[in-house]
Each structure stands twice: as structure tokens, then as C-alpha cells.
């Protein structure tokens, strides 16, 4: 076993896995943008959410709780064979290199139309990349560190926000709006809910780094409520303030609500505050991520110097988003709404762990620590 | 040593906020021309616009500046598009136009009236990133343009600051209008059960008491070119579809900044065969409960209040205690709100105009039927039924228990 591993905390790992997968509702609020609309609902869909993180998380947390030890590719070797392992590598590597790709594009689709008008986009991408990639480079330990200084400022912020917006709320946007929503279209919004969310499949990755007396299914249960809790203080005030409409049609609706905040004619415009708290959050996302298809392209194919794969899944990114296809707005807000990849997210999150746990439970696999002590 | 560096880090990326300007755009504030108030036009071929810009030199010496003089400039722009007119705009200005400090939003009757204009006039603002939804919105009679930046603007030395103002303090107190901002007017826009409200500016004119006393003050035509114009913002205007609809007046605008949750404070006089009563209704609110009765939409609006009496003027000459009126004076004053609240609803009708939100009323107590309602079209305002419910307690406000006629001079003593 490698001993000089980083050690992660319980504090740590909630903050890092919570504040990480609030970003996306942060920069873009997907949940507003389904294809079925869901009108004042939506943030009901999000407490609907709360059993289906559950229930799709489960595999995972249950691989975390038994095998504290193992690193993912010995766990996926000895459940799957090795090129069974690899296979499952490369395809979750490309799963989570994919949606950091999606993540990256949200932040700089918000970055060029509400920031930075008129900035290179290349530009944006560069500024972003060279921290992700440095990031990466210091391992999941300085990662995890870095969130509990930023990600609780983070926090602080959207609780700040929520109070100081309290003017500008309107309680008839809360008035059914939208279209008739059934049972079932609440369900399946909460359930892509999950699949926006779906990265904290890194848990499997990042699990024999989180320190051993760590309880995993409490860890997920605490990071999940906390996520839905922030999701909820970032939709709600959203939702009150500029109406289902408006937060629909809005590239980024949580900075237009932001901008609408202010008290005593004194406090006014403070939306770049917030903006200023989220980017430390958004690179500790984006590293998480990077730092996680690291990981998983290392055990699949193994170096003695893993940073070669964090420099090149960070290229990797930065050079796709150049593209035409992500440079043209248009384009690339249609790509970050499609459902799809919030339908397919879902499955890989709850399949990928499922056949691992089935395997393990066949093949009776036994923890390290046990095999040890027999 | 540790916690001490993440102390440290804590503070100076908290101090970094301060470097923050919250100007998004990537220039130099002092290359900006910053608008201040912005009016726009359409003359049914033309979109124009003016904007107050902050002269920054002017704002700086703001208190050393004399009453009337103004500390911004005007800029006039006009053109095929909304893009075109605040381009040419841009033309006159040296500096690059930034509208995120845009305190009022004046649009004018003609163009509020024309929904295909209102609806690409939102359409380019709204894509705009420095676009300001907390400024307020005004409408104003096309005739008035020239008396916009002209007018009286009281204390402050620019229009778009005066108007902010205005919506800043006068909820407070006493005021009719309803002070929406351009953000609660897209909210309405875009709500299917409830219409949008703006307020409506008019002008008076008020000749300057100085110099009416003058002794050379006697030429009329001389008399009518040195009137000041004072805004006059004590009017509601309707919209319906996003396109506007009519004017309400005065006390008409009442109902409506109750049921919209805006009303602070109103003052209203209530007369019968024995006394004149001056009230101030404080923290109302309302609430529609909507219903169907015969085939009609029945509205039944519950309005709670404090009511507080100012003063009882006795036809009589009956000295009678306040405290055995209570019932009288409350049952006064439902029948005084009913008579204005009939006649806004009147008004309401009138133009077909929701602005109560019984819509969303009927949304959040039967959304099904709300539904059924806007398919078949049939949300028929026009055609509703409304009546009044009051919850409204007796209150003397103030430092007071004993009005100052009561006060007796000696102490009493056996």
C-alpha cells in the first residue's frame, strides 16, 4: 500500500464533494433549463431528488464502505479480470473527462457573455487551465485542503445572498406556472437532478485517500443534504426573485439574481462578490475531476509519474474547447442543455458501481484489511 | 502554523473583494459614460432614445452645486433599431456608454403602447450585460419628452437620481404610485395571472414663488417660460399583454399596490351625516379568493389592516369619546375602502386589465381549473364578480394615549 497517500478528512471530503457538485447549479442551473418545464416546481423537484441520491449512490457507497483500502483499478481487477479493468477505466475516464469538459464550457459560455464580453474565449480557457492543471498536479490532498479554506466562503456567500435578496422576492413567482407537472415529470426531473450531479462516482476513486475511521455512508449522506440544502438556497431566491420565465432564459439566472441584490441603497451590485467566491470553487471542481481521471488512467495504465496524465486530460480539455462547435455560442448552449448526457450521467453513476458491486459479491471478494488479519 | 496561514489566506482573499468595482466591463471606469436615467421612444418608424449622463466632474462638486443645476448631459440617439438608436447615441459621447448605474427607465405612452416595439425594446435590454433590472420603470406621455430632463428635480442634480429617490422614500409615506422596477414589470410580463404596472408621469407646471412677488414678474409670456415643471408621479399605467392599456388615478392605484404586496401607508377622508373622519390605513394586505358562481368567476378580496385615526371632525357640537365610535369609525372606513376599491375594479374592467393577479390567485387555489381557464380562454376579468372582506383593527398611534384636546390642565383630585 502507498503510505504517503493524502489523507482526507471527513470535513474535507463533504466540503470538497458538496461545494464541487453545487457548481454547476451555480454557473448554469440546469435543473430550470429541462425540456419539460417545470415551472415554480422546480425546486420541489430538488427535495424529490434527495431518495434517488440516494438510491443511485448506493452502489458506490456501499464498494466505499466495505473496501477502504483498495484502489479502484485493484478493486475493478479483481471483480472484472484486467482487461475488464481497463475497459471500465478508460470508459470512466472518458465519462468524467467529458463532463469537466461540459462543466468548463458552462463556466465559459457565463464567462464571455456575462463577464467578460468580448474577451478571446481561447483566453478564458487558458487563464482557466493553467490552475486546473497545476491544481491537479499537487495531488487530491492540496485539492481537498484548498476547499476547506474556499468552498465554506463559498457557502457563506450563497447564505449572504439569500438574505440580502429578500427585497427583490415576489411571492407570486412561486404561483404555479408553466404547465401541468405530473408525478412522473417531477420524478424524472429529480432523477436528472442526480445525473447533474452525477461526478461524485469520483467517491470509488477517491476512496482509499479519505482517512479509514471515515464512516462512508454518513460522508454521502452529509455532502448529499448539504448539496440539497445550498441547491435549494441558490434556486429559491432565484425562483422568488426573477420568475420560472426569466431563470429559464437566462444564461447563468443565479449572477442575474445576484446583480439584483442589494439593501439600503448602500449595498448595490455586489454579483461580482459572488462571482469573486465561486472561481476558487469552480477550479477546485474542475481539478477534483481532473485529479479523479487521473487517478483512473493511472491504475489502467500505470507510470511512474502519474502527473503526465493530469497535464494531458487538462490539454485535453483546453484543446477540444476550441473547437468551433464550443467556440460559437450558439452551438455550445444547445450542447450543455441536451439531456441526454444528464440521462446517460445517470446511468453510468448507478450501472458502473452496480456491476462492481455484483462482481465483488460473486467472486467474494474480501477487503485487504480482512485478508490480512486471516 | 498551519491554521495561522489559513487565517491569513482567509483575510486577504476577503480583503481581494475590495479591489472588486463590480464593473463587469473590461475598461477603465473613467472611460465610461455613465447613464444615469434612460428614456426611449418609438414613433412608429424610429426608436429614439436619451441618456442622462453622470458628468463626473459635476457629480464630484455635487455639494457645491446650486439648486437646478444639473450634473450630467444629454445624449439623443435615433434609428431603424433599438441597436442603431443606442449607437448613434454612442456617437455623441466620447466615452463608452455603461448602463449598469441606470437608475430610472422611462418609456414613453406611444411606445408602451405599441407591443411589437415594447417587445423588442425588452428583447435588446434584456441581452445586455450591463442591463440593470432594479431600475425603475416610468411611463411618460410622448408630449412631456422635453420636460423629462428639465423638470424640477428637488435636492439631487440629475433626473435619474431624483426618480430613485422618489421610489426610495416616498412608499414610506404617503404615495399612490406603485414604483415598479423594470425586473417586477418583466415578472408580470412574463406571469400568465397577473398584468404589469407602471408608474405614470405627468408634469405640472408651478410658477416660482419669488418670482410671481416680482415687480417685473408682469409679462405672461415671459411668466410661462420661467415655470418650473414638477413630476407629478401620483398615476398607475395598466398594461395588458405587455402593451399598455390606460392610466389609473390617485387613490385607484390603492388596491392595487395592496394586493401587490407595495403599500405602506395611505391616507384617505371618510365622511357620513355626523362627522368627517381622516384615516391612515397602515400594513395592509390582501388576499383573492377565487371561486365560480353561476357560470361567473367570483372574486372575493379579503383585505387586513391597521387603521389609525388622525383626526374626527364633529358636524354636532357633541363632544363624544373616540373609544365609543370604534365600530362606527371602522364601519366608515370599510364603506370609504369599498367605494374606491369598486371604482378601481371599475377601472380594471374597463381596460380588461388583471393588474390584482386574480389569475394567480386561481392558479395557487386550483391549478387545474386555472388551466382549463387559459385553454379555453375564458379568464374572463370583465365578466367577474368582486366583492369586499375586511379584517381591519383599531389603532391610535403615536407617543399619545390622551388626544391633546382631552388633556386636562389640573390634576383631578378629590
Keep these: 500500500m502507498d503510505n504517503a497517500r493524502p489523507k482526507i478528512s471527513f470535513l474535507q471530503g463533504v466540503l470538497t464533494l458538496s461545494g464541487s457538485l453545487l457548481m454547476l447549479s451555480f454557473y448554469m442551473m440546469p435543473m430550470v433549463k429541462s425540456n419539460k418545464p417545470m415551472g415554480s416546481n422546480v425546486w420541489l423537484s430538488i427535495l424529490v431528488a434527495i431518495p434517488y441520491f440516494v438510491v443511485f449512490g448506493a452502489p458506490t457507497v456501499l464498494i466505499a464502505a466495505k473496501y477502504k483500502i483498495e484502489s479502484f483499478g485493484d478493486l475493478a481487477e479483481k471483480a472484472l479480470g484486467k482487461t475488464g479493468m481497463k475497459i471500465t477505466a478508460v470508459f470512466l475516464a472518458l465519462f468524467l473527462l467529458v463532463s469537466n469538459m461540459v462543466y468548463v464550457v458552462v463556466f465559459g459560455l457565463f464567462a464571455r457573455e456575462s463577464l467578460l464580453e468580448g474577451f478571446p474565449l481561447w483566453l478564458i480557457y487558458a487563464v482557466t487551465a493553467v490552475p486546473i492543471i497545476y491544481t491537479t498536479t499537487k495531488g487530491i490532498g492540496s485539492v481537498c485542503r484548498m476547499a476547506t479554506v474556499f468552498i465554506p466562503l463559498m457557502f457563506i456567500g450563497i447564505i449572504v445572498f439569500a438574505i440580502l435578496g429578500f427585497n427583490s422576492y415576489e411571492l407570486y413567482n412561486l404561483a404555479p406556472s408553466g404547465g401541468k407537472v405530473s408525478l412522473l415529470d417531477l420524478n424524472i426531473q429529480a432523477i436528472l437532478i442526480v445525473g447533474q450531479s452525477s461526478e461524485f462516482v469520483a467517491i470509488l476513486v477517491f476512496n482509499r485517500n479519505l482517512n479509514k475511521k471515515v464512516n462512508r455512508e454518513k460522508f454521502f449522506c452529509v455532502a448529499t443534504l448539504i448539496l440539497i440544502a445550498f441547491m435549494l438556497l441558490i434556486v429559491l431566491p432565484t425562483l422568488l426573485t426573477l420568475g420560472y420565465e426569466y431563470m429559464r432564459s437566462a444564461v447563468n439566472p443565479y449572477f442575474v439574481f445576484m446583480r439584483q441584490v442589494g439593501m439600503y441603497g448602500d449595498i448595490e451590485r455586489i454579483q461580482a462578490l459572488g462571482v469573486f467566491l465561486s472561481i476558487p470553487a469552480f477550479l477546485i471542481r474542475a481539478a477534483t475531476q481532473n485529479c479523479a481521471v487521473t487517478e483512473v488512467l493511472n491504475c489502467a495504465f500505470p507510470k511512474p509519474d502519474k502527473r503526465i496524465f493530469s497535464v494531458g486530460a487538462g490539454l485535453c480539455i483546453f484543446l477540444t474547447l476550441l473547437l468551433p462547435t464550443f467556440t460559437e455560442s450558439a452551438k455550445f448552449s444547445d450542447f450543455v442543455s441536451v439531456p441526454y448526457f444528464e440521462a446517460a450521467s445517470v446511468i453510468i453513476v448507478f450501472v458502473l458501481p452496480l456491476i462492481l458491486l455484483i462482481f465483488l459479491k460473486v467472486r467474494k471478494i474480501k477487503p485487504v484489511e480482512e485478508t490480512v488479519r486471516n | ?414
Excluded at chain 2, 405612452?109 to 416610468?138: G, N
Excluded at chain 2, 410580463?189 to 408634469?203: D, N, Q
Excluded at chain 2, 407646471?205 to 414678474?217: Q, R, V
Design chain 2, 1 to 414: 502554523m498551519r491554521r495561522i496561514v489559513t487565517i491569513l489566506s482567509i483575510i486577504s482573499f476577503s480583503l481581494g473583494a475590495i479591489l472588486l468595482s463590480s464593473c463587469s466591463y473590461l475598461v477603465e471606469p473613467q472611460t465610461l459614460a455613465v447613464v444615469s436615467c434612460a428614456l426611449y421612444d418609438y414613433d412608429g418608424e424610429k426608436f429614439i432614445v436619451d441618456y442622462e449622463i453622470i458628468a463626473p466632474a459635476a457629480a464630484a462638486k455635487d455639494s457645491s452645486l446650486k439648486l437646478g443645476e444639473r450634473a450630467g448631459i444629454i445624449i439623443h440617439g435615433d434609428g431603424d433599431c433599438v441597436e442603431t438608436a443606442i449607437a448613434n447615441a454612442g456617437r455623441q459621447t466620447e466615452r463608452l456608454i455603461y448602463s449598469a448605474s441606470c437608475r430610472a427607465r422611462i418609456f414613453t405612452e406611444r411606445l408602451a403602447r405599441d407591443r411589437k416595439a415594447m417587445s423588442k425594446m425588452f428583447d435588446y435590454l434584456m441581452r445586455q450585460p450591463d442591463f440593470r433590472e432594479t431600475a425603475v420603470l416610468f411611463i411618460v406621455n410622448e408630449n412631456d419628452i422635453d420636460k423629462v430632463f428639465s423638470a424640477d428635480t428637488g435636492l439631487t442634480h440629475l433626473t435619474g437620481e431624483y426618480l430613485m429617490g422618489l421610489s426610495d422614500s416616498q412608499p414610506k409615506s404617503e404615495s399612490t404610485a406603485p414604483f415598479t422596477t423594470t425586473l417586477s414589470f418583466i415578472n408580470a410580463a412574463l406571469s400568465s395571472g397577473i398584468e404589469p404596472v407602471a408608474t405614470y408621469i405627468s408634469f405640472e407646471t408651478k410658477h416660482d414663488s419669488a418670482m410671481e412677488g416680482s415687480e417685473s414678474g408682469g409679462n405672461e409670456a415671459e411668466n410661462s417660460e420661467n415655470a418650473a415643471a414638477h413630476f407629478n408621479l401620483n398615476s398607475i399605467a395598466l398594461f395588458k399583454n405587455c402593451e399598455m392599456a390606460g392610466v389609473l388615478y390617485e387613490n385607484d392605484a390603492l388596491l392595487i399596490n395592496i394586493l401587490r404586496g407595495d403599500e405602506k401607508q395611505h391616507s384617505l377622508d371618510a365622511e357620513d351625516e355626523d362627522m368627517l373622519i381622516c384615516f391612515a390605513f397602515s400594513k395592509m394586505k390582501g388576499k383573492i379568493k377565487a371561486s365560480e358562481k353561476d357560470g361567473k368567476l367570483d372574486l372575493k378580496i379579503v383585505i387586513k389592516g391597521q387603521l389609525n385615526v388622525n383626526d374626527v371632525i364633529f358636524k354636532t357640537d357633541e363632544d363624544v369619546e373616540l373609544s365609543d365610535l370604534n365600530d362606527e369609525i371602522i364601519e366608515i372606513a370599510e364603506k370609504r375602502l369599498t367605494e374606491v376599491f369598486t371604482k378601481t375594479i371599475k377601472e380594471l374592467k374597463k381596460y380588461d386589465c388583471d393588474a390584482i393577479g386574480s389569475g394567480n390567485a386561481i392558479a395557487s387555489q386550483d391549478y387545474d381549473k386555472w388551466m382549463k381557464i387559459k385553454k379555453d380562454g375564458t379568464h374572463d376579468f370583465q365578466d367577474s364578480n368582486v366583492h369586499f372582506e375586511y379584517d381591519i383593527s383599531f389603532a391610535r398611534i403615536g407617543e399619545l394615549t390622551t388626544p391633546f384636546g382631552k388633556m386636562s390642565t389640573e390634576t383631578d383630585t378629590d
